[in-house]
């Protein structure tokens, strides 16, 4: 037998007209040939034979590649496996997508009565406003902005606000 290297080894002596080579490498190239041996001495080498060892699973792969794409998806890429089959798996990769914008207000409403412990003014100048928390996106909601025609009214993470100080008969 000749191995890649062109190393020559004699892999079988004996009477039998077969033997089995084992410890081949897969996706290699061997070469095999035979003589006879006799009495009268060694005959000549038969004209050679050529086989290719059929393909292994590949090694491990590396860790995949993680990066985000810019409309929220996240890109994953890694080695592919061969047609002899999938190698063991790599190691484990962690990610976490980063937050995003909460969903909007979805519910928006003017209380009639007065909350628990607030002490108003006429109702004819003040509002007291409640609305549903919405969907976060993965990140806790910090701070509400209300607009109230051109002034924007800076909340903190509460669902509900007194607006005082409106004139009255007047629509907001």
């Known amino acids: 037998m000749t191995e890649p290297e062109d190393v020559a080894s004699e892999v079988y002596h004996g009477p039998k007209?077969?033997?089995?080579?084992?410890?081949?490498?897969?996706?290699?190239?061997?070469?095999?040939r035979v003589r006879a041996l006799n009495d009268g001495g060694y005959g000549p080498y038969s004209d050679?034979?050529?086989?290719?060892?059929?393909t292994g699973p590949p090694g491990q792969?590396?860790?995949?590649c993680v990066s985000f794409t810019p409309d929220g998806c996240v890109l994953v890429g890694w080695e592919a496996f061969n047609p002899a089959g999938?190698?063991?798996?790599?190691?484990?990769?962690?990610?976490?997508?980063?937050?995003?914008?909460?969903?909007?207000?979805s519910?928006?409403?003017?209380?009639?009565?007065?909350?628990l412990g607030a002490h108003l003014d006429s109702p004819s100048v003040c509002l007291v406003l409640n609305w549903e928390?919405?969907?976060?996106?993965?990140?806790?909601i910090?701070?509400?902005?209300?607009?109230?025609?051109?002034?924007?009214?800076?909340?903190?993470?509460?669902t509900t606000h007194v607006i005082k100080d409106l004139l009255p008969e007047t629509t907001y």
């Open 142 to 158: 910090v701070a509400y902005n209300i607009d109230l025609g051109d002034t924007s009214i800076t909340v903190g993470n509460t």
């Open 107 to 115: 519910m928006l409403c003017v209380l009639e009565e007065e909350p």
């Open 86 to 105: 999938a190698g063991p798996y790599s190691e484990l990769v962690h990610c976490q997508t980063p937050a995003s914008a909460p969903d909007p207000v």
């Open 17 to 32: 007209l077969e033997c089995t080579v084992g410890n081949l490498l897969p996706g290699t190239v061997y070469r095999f």
């Open 133 to 140: 928390e919405p969907c976060n996106n993965g990140s806790e």
């Open 48 to 54: 050679v034979s050529e086989i290719t060892t059929a």
């Open 61 to 64: 792969c590396r860790a995949p």
